[in-house]
C-alpha cells in the first residue's frame, strides 16, 4: 500500500482530478494507494473579482500548492498542467501525468441563448463568458460582433453565472465538464481554428525529486501525454507565453511514432491572428516545439 498525501485546490474539479490520478497509480502499479488531500487556497482562488491578466502573478493556482510539498506538508501536488509555469521550483518536478483528456475549449450554450453550431453563429451583440485573455482574442477574431463578459469561478460558479444570465455563451475547458459529467449544451471547438491553453486536459502530479517515491511514481507516467506535456510547456518557454498573450497551442500524437503541433497568436483586439504547425518524433518533443516556437509570428 502506498500513502500520500496529496496537495490540491478545493475545487471540485481539483479533487476530482487527484482521484483520477490516484485511481491511475493504483492501476498501474497493482497497489492500493491510500491518500490525504490538502486543500491550499491559492491567491487565484482568493481574488475573484478582476480577470486572471489583471492580477499579474504567474502561476496564481499553483505556487502555494507546490510550497506544501516544499515544507512537507505534501508528498505530491496534483494541478491542472495549464496552470503550470514553465519553469517549476527547484528540486521540484513534474513526476508522471496520467492520459490526457480532450484538450479542445468548448462553446457553452446559455439556457436561452439561440443553438449555434460554432462561434461564428452567435448573433451580434450577445456576449461570451470569460476572462483568459487567448480565449477573449480569439472569439473576436472569430466574430467581431459578440460582447466579451468577464466570468470568473471554478467550473460550478460559471455555469450558474451562465444560468442566471450573465452571459448568453462560455468558453470552458471540455476536459473539466467531461471530468465532471456536466450535460449542458456545447459545441467543441476545433483545434486548429481555437488551439487551447498549453498542457489543457493534461493532470500533472508534482514532487520533489529527492522524494523516495519519485523514481516509482515517475516510471507508472503515461509516455504519449508526458511527450505532449515536454512539447507544450517547451513551446511556452520558448515564446514566453503566459496569461498576458493570446497564444494557444496543441500537440497530437499521429501515425506510427509521430507529433504534430498546432498554434495560434493572435493581437490582443482579435483582428490578427496567425497559425503555425510542425511535425515531427514523438521521442523528440522539445525539437517539434521549438521548430513551431520559430514558425509562429506572434503579432
Do not use: W
Not at 126 to 155: C, D, E, P, Q, Y
Not at 175 to 192: N, S, T
Not at 204 to 227: G, I
Amino acid at each position: 500500500m502506498i500513502k500520500l498525501r496529496v496537495a490540491t485546490r478545493g475545487s471540485r474539479l481539483s479533487l476530482e482530478q487527484v482521484s483520477i490520478a490516484m485511481r491511475y497509480i493504483e492501476q498501474r502499479l497493482g497497489e492500493h494507494v491510500e491518500y490525504e488531500p490538502i486543500i491550499i487556497k491559492t491567491k487565484g482562488d482568493v481574488v475573484q473579482d478582476r480577470a486572471l491578466y489583471s492580477i499579474g502573478v504567474k502561476g496564481i493556482f499553483e505556487k502555494e500548492v507546490n510550497m506544501a510539498v516544499l515544507d512537507g506538508r505534501a508528498d505530491v501536488a496534483v494541478h491542472s498542467m495549464k496552470d503550470l509555469p514553465s519553469r517549476l521550483e527547484e528540486d521540484l518536478e513534474i513526476a508522471f501525468v496520467p492520459p490526457r483528456e480532450v484538450p479542445n475549449d468548448s462553446l457553452i450554450i446559455g439556457p436561452r441563448s439561440p443553438e449555434v453550431a460554432g462561434l461564428e453563429g452567435i448573433p451580434p451583440g450577445l456576449s461570451v463568458g470569460t476572462s483568459s485573455v487567448r480565449r477573449s482574442a480569439f472569439v473576436r477574431h472569430n466574430n467581431r460582433g459578440v460582447v466579451i463578459k468577464t466570468i470568473r469561478g471554478n467550473v460550478d460558479t460559471r455555469i450558474s453565472k451562465l444560468n442566471r444570465g450573465e452571459a448568453d455563451y462560455l468558453i470552458m475547458a471540455e476536459a473539466g465538464l467531461r471530468r465532471l459529467g456536466i450535460q449542458q449544451r456545447r459545441v467543441l471547438l476545433p483545434l486548429d481554428k481555437f488551439p487551447p491553453e498549453p498542457g489543457q486536459g493534461i493532470i500533472a502530479v508534482v514532487m520533489s525529486t529527492s522524494s523516495p517515491l519519485f523514481k516509482k511514481l515517475s516510471e507508472v507516467t503515461d509516455r504519449v501525454t508526458h511527450a505532449m506535456a515536454i512539447a507544450e510547456r517547451t513551446f511556452v518557454e520558448l515564446v514566453g507565453a503566459g496569461c498576458h498573450s493570446p497564444i494557444g497551442a496543441v500537440s497530437m500524437a499521429y501515425g506510427t511514432g509521430g507529433l504534430l503541433m498546432i498554434a495560434a497568436a493572435a493581437s490582443q483586439d482579435g483582428e490578427v491572428m496567425n497559425f503555425a504547425e510542425a511535425k515531427g518524433d514523438l521521442s523528440e518533443p522539445r525539437k517539434v516545439a521549438q521548430a513551431l516556437a520559430q514558425s509562429l509570428r506572434v503579432p
